[in-house]
């Protein structure tokens, strides 16, 4: 039987605009207690596009700052859940983060991004408001290799028009 993987905490504070949601940290992250610690995600590439800065040279909690300060929150769909390796198709026996709540208790949040299918369809199953906009993207995971960096960029930059008017000035 596969183990109970535990995800982390959100980060996500008064000025989230735009909260990216994940599955469940894959092996990697949950080793070293870092989101998208694998060095082959291209998460922090994606996101740093979105801000207009290079978050991969920075460290870990630089990290978070600037996403933080740049109105970006993170956090998983997954609380918990049974899993083998890190892919999302092998997810079993989840219990879900609550998403609805959570989101209620961000005053200035306006869209809800899903990072990967498997994020979407969990996520999307616990919320039932209308006044943020739901966006799936395509994963971050190099193990999504059906779309290049270029194309799921493009999908991802979506995201900036809910950041504009919180977009801290080019570092």
């Not at 008064?14 to 060095?39: D, F, K, M, N, Q």
């Not at 989840?94 to 306006?110: E, S, V």
Request: charged residues 20%; aromatic residues 6%; contains cysteine.
């Amino acid at each position: 039987m596969s183990q109970r993987k535990t995800a982390f905490g959100a980060h996500a504070d008064e000025r989230t605009r735009v909260l990216i949601c994940g599955s469940l940290p894959g092996e990697r992250s949950l080793a070293e207690r870092r989101y998208y610690a694998h060095p082959s995600n291209r998460f922090w590439h994606l996101t740093g596009a979105l801000l207009g800065c290079d978050l991969v040279s920075l460290g870990y909690h630089q990290r978070i700052e600037r996403l933080l300060d740049g109105g970006i929150g993170l956090w998983d769909v997954v609380k918990s859940a049974r899993r083998i390796g890190s892919g999302d198709a092998a997810i079993r026996d989840h219990q879900p983060n609550l998403l609805a709540p959570f989101a209620q208790g961000l005053p200035r949040l306006r869209a809800i991004a899903f990072n990967g299918a498997k994020a979407a369809s969990i996520g999307r199953g616990q919320l039932g408001q209308d006044r943020l906009t739901l966006v799936d993207l395509p994963s971050s995971s190099a193990a999504h290799a059906s779309l290049s960096l270029a194309e799921k960029m493009s999908r991802w930059l979506v995201l900036r028009d809910f950041l504009d008017s919180c977009l801290p000035p080019s570092a």
